[in-house]
């Protein structure tokens, strides 16, 4: 057994069906009363039905929440929860409404509870990614961890299968880096492990039967494990793609993992060896990357960066920016394979595998 460190994540997590309905209780038990609902336009309808269901303890509903948590919105934000004396945030939706309450958090200490409609996975990290003047930036601190999160099986029946593909694979993301990242350990990859194929064998059901409650259940709680697993260990060369192609060119978040994460993996598949074959196994596949890239094929994901807003002209700048400040990663951080990489991953190609002479 190898040397390692393990840090337990302090959130109290209330899984399962109908668990939407303690939402009140769970705010007093925080010793709250005046709780502010986050939700983005899109959701301002089940925000409002949140804010309702809080009823005394509701003090208003802030519906702008937006991808890649802008700073501008965060301000706005702010100065609602300022002007209604709000004492903790509740954030309902995905990763772009639970990173709002997040930054929330981050600068007036508010105590958080968040209700993921989506397989995002941030709501168990203690990672932030704020996005301003066109470039994102993250910040790991346990101030912006929610406190409490209520995964309702319920609330993610209706979620389209196009969404529920990519933000199941946006949170296999997450425990795909984890299994080689720098600081791993044998905890964590047993969670990521299991999380990538509780996630693996449901995303496809859902894909054609979206209604069916055990395999919602089994993906929301893969994506439960795959955020533990984001928010216990570092991240890699997948998420600061994913970060530049987000915070600089604006494509949209859950797309972009999928498309990257198949070729973010076969660029690391000769200096992971042991990861990709937790991957694989897990995917049920003989190759990690093909694996991946099947799995999108299989939830009709879309595959190519072009086919979501990335020009080929923009692959030198993406390249630039994510190769001038680097996260740690297994292989070390080439130009020419990066740009490589952006090239496939914009084109729609079948990931550059090393168990195959074909390209």
Not at 146 to 159: A, K, Q, R
Request: proline share 5%; hydrophobic share 45%; charged share 20%.
């Amino acid at each position: 057994m190898m040397p390692f460190v393990y840090n337990g994540l302090p959130s109290r997590v209330i899984f399962g069906s109908g668990t939407l309905s303690r939402l009140a209780d769970e705010v007093r038990e925080l010793g709250c009363r005046r709780a502010i609902v986050l939700a983005t336009p899109q959701q301002a309808t089940q925000g409002r039905k949140v804010l309702e269901q809080l009823g005394e303890l509701g003090a208003g509903l802030f519906a702008e929440a937006r991808m890649h948590t802008p700073v501008e919105i965060t301000d706005r934000a702010m100065r609602q929860v300022e002007a209604l004396g709000a004492d903790c945030t509740v954030a309902i939706g995905g990763g772009s409404t639970i990173g709002l309450g997040k930054a929330i958090s981050l600068r007036a200490d508010l105590p958080q509870v968040a209700i993921p409609t989506t397989y995002a996975g941030s709501e168990m990290t203690p990672i932030l990614g704020e996005t301003q003047d066109g470039l994102k930036t993250t910040q790991r601190t346990l101030r912006v961890l929610p406190e409490t999160v209520i995964y309702d099986v319920d609330l993610t029946l209706g979620l389209p299968t196009a969404m529920s593909g990519t933000s199941g694979i946006n949170a296999i993301a997450h425990a795909v880096e984890a299994l080689y990242a720098r600081d791993r350990n044998p905890i964590v990859s047993l969670m990521a492990e299991e999380g990538i194929a509780a996630l693996a064998r449901s995303l496809p059901v859902i894909a054609h039967d979206p209604e069916n409650a055990t395999a919602r259940s089994d993906a929301l709680y893969g994506a439960w494990l795959c955020g533990v697993c984001l928010g216990s260990v570092g991240m890699a060369l997948h998420h600061k793609l994913c970060h530049t192609l987000g915070g600089s060119f604006d494509l949209p978040h859950a797309e972009t993992h999928t498309i990257v994460l198949p070729h973010a993996v076969a660029y690391n598949a000769a200096a992971a060896p042991e990861a990709m074959s937790h991957i694989a196994r897990a995917l049920g596949a003989s190759d990690a990357a093909d694996g991946l890239f099947d799995l999108a094929c299989a939830v009709g994901a879309p595959l190519a960066l072009a086919d979501i807003g990335l020009k080929e002209a923009d692959i030198v700048r993406a390249t630039e920016i994510a190769t001038a400040n680097p996260y740690w990663n297994p292989r070390e951080i080439e130009a020419d394979g990066i740009r490589r990489l952006l090239e496939n991953a914009c084109a729609g190609r079948r990931p550059e595998s090393t168990t195959r002479t074909d390209s």
